[in-house]
């Protein structure tokens, strides 16, 4: 069965730089959520979307942003890159419609040099 | 204080052994999802709870709603089993993100 993908899964960036990453749901699911977990650090839930908007905000740092497109995929743009960005950033998808159950993706791990 | 409580932090066990991993949560929830991830690793989804029991192999997670508790348990616990298990809560409207615990970090020694 087709899983949640991650690209890329690795990335490495120098200070100051800009990363794009990019998560593709589940065909068929409409909502996407961008977690952020840290080295050692349990997971925090950054922005999510459902049908190509906005629905929940957590704590996204203003210099990210995230969309997601009309094929349901979603982007995550970082720019001004710290060296705390460094952390595994991973997405889940789910149904809107559908009770609960989010799926995860591999996550890309960003390290900033 | 964390809404998602887990307990032990690590856990070190023998091959064979039957291993228990604890989360209590303080607020209210409409599902409970226990986590697995590998050293570097993704997480992958182990079960997803609103009551009851599951079970999966040698994988078991039971959730009392009352008590704001729920256990996973691990038979026959093998190294593979090695892993970080992370309890985490969707909140009353079931679209909410993940609220996730600090995980319990598990050690199967051959």
């Known amino acids: 069965a087709a899983g949640v993908i991650q690209s890329p899964r690795h990335l490495i960036k120098e200070k100051r730089e800009t990363a794009t990453l990019k998560c593709y749901p589940i065909p068929r699911h409409d909502t996407v959520y961008w977690y952020q977990q840290g080295p050692g650090q349990d997971p925090q839930f950054l922005i999510s979307f459902y049908e190509k908007m906005q629905s929940d905000k957590g704590s996204i740092p203003d210099r990210f942003s995230a969309q997601q497109f009309s094929d349901y995929h979603s982007e995550l743009n970082m720019s001004s890159l710290e060296l705390g960005d460094s952390a595994l950033y991973f997405c889940?998808?789910?149904?809107?419609?559908?009770?609960?159950?989010?799926?995860f993706g591999p996550g890309t791990r960003l390290t900033v040099l | 204080k964390n809404e998602v409580e887990q307990s032990p932090q690590n856990l070190t066990a023998q091959e064979g052994e039957f291993i228990t991993i604890n989360c209590s949560y303080s607020?209210?929830?409409?599902?409970l999802h226990w986590l697995q991830q590998h050293p570097g690793g993704g997480i992958v989804s182990l079960f997803m709870l609103s009551s009851g029991k599951k079970k999966h192999g040698r994988l078991i997670a039971t959730i009392n709603i009352q008590e704001k508790h729920s256990s996973l348990h691990i038979t026959a616990s093998h190294p593979r089993d090695s892993a970080v298990y992370i309890c985490?809560?969707?909140?009353?409207?079931?679209?909410?993100?993940?609220?996730f615990g600090k995980g319990t970090r598990l050690s199967v020694i051959a």
């Open positions: 889940a998808s789910k149904r809107q419609v559908t009770y609960n159950e989010q799926f």
């Open positions: 985490a809560v969707s909140m009353n409207s079931g679209n909410t993100p993940l609220v």
């Open positions: 607020v209210g929830i409409s599902a």
